[in-house]
């Protein structure tokens, strides 16, 4: 009988081939999740909409529209927690209407670079603080693989 090298390597290609299958579906993955948020029935014309997962950590954020629609993108699968902010639209007191360089945590205001100051502080709508703070929003959502919608209806 003659010794063969290849016939053990396919075996062992042939094996982690079939690993590799197997783990493409187990945990991992990203997601978009597109939806609108409304605050008393009525469209946020402004803000942002964080996807928070365990622990806190690969925190998506995505704006929230004029028309109250968001689109988030590179969103973990799994459960999440989900925070709604308009706080970075707020002008700061004294400031005549014109809001903060800065979002709440010190981060860049994500609306400043795009639109005027004005239009800004016009698109400003006060909402509960609860919101906010993703442990305390009551908003939960469990995002699946592929690209999803998720309204989020505020009150």
């Keep these: 009988m003659r010794f063969s090298p290849w016939k053990g390597s396919a075996r062992w290609v042939g094996l982690l081939a079939l690993a590799a299958m197997a783990t493409v579906g187990c945990g991992g993955g990203v997601a978009t999740v597109t939806g609108k948020v409304t605050y008393k029935d009525k469209p946020l014309k ?7 997962p ?6 998506k954020t995505g ?25 970075s ?14 979002a709440p945590g010190g981060q860049k205001n994500p609306n400043a670079s795009t ?7 016009a698109r400003y709508v006060e909402i509960p603080d609860k ?7 009551g908003l939960d959502y469990t995002v ?3 690209t999803q919608e998720h309204d989020l209806p505020l009150k």
């Design 115 to 121: 639109t005027d100051p004005g239009a800004m502080a």
């Design 144 to 146: 699946k693989s592929g």
């Design 131 to 137: 919101y906010a703070d993703p442990e305390k929003s």
């Design 46 to 52: 402004g803000g942002t909409v964080s996807f928070v």
């Design 89 to 102: 639209l707020k002008p700061p007191p004294g400031s005549k209407g014109r809001p903060g360089n800065t």
């Design 63 to 87: 704006d929230i529209k004029e028309d109250g629609s968001y689109r988030v993108d590179k969103v973990p699968v799994g459960p999440m927690k989900i925070s709604v902010d308009t706080r």
């Design 54 to 59: 365990p622990g806190g950590k690969n925190v």
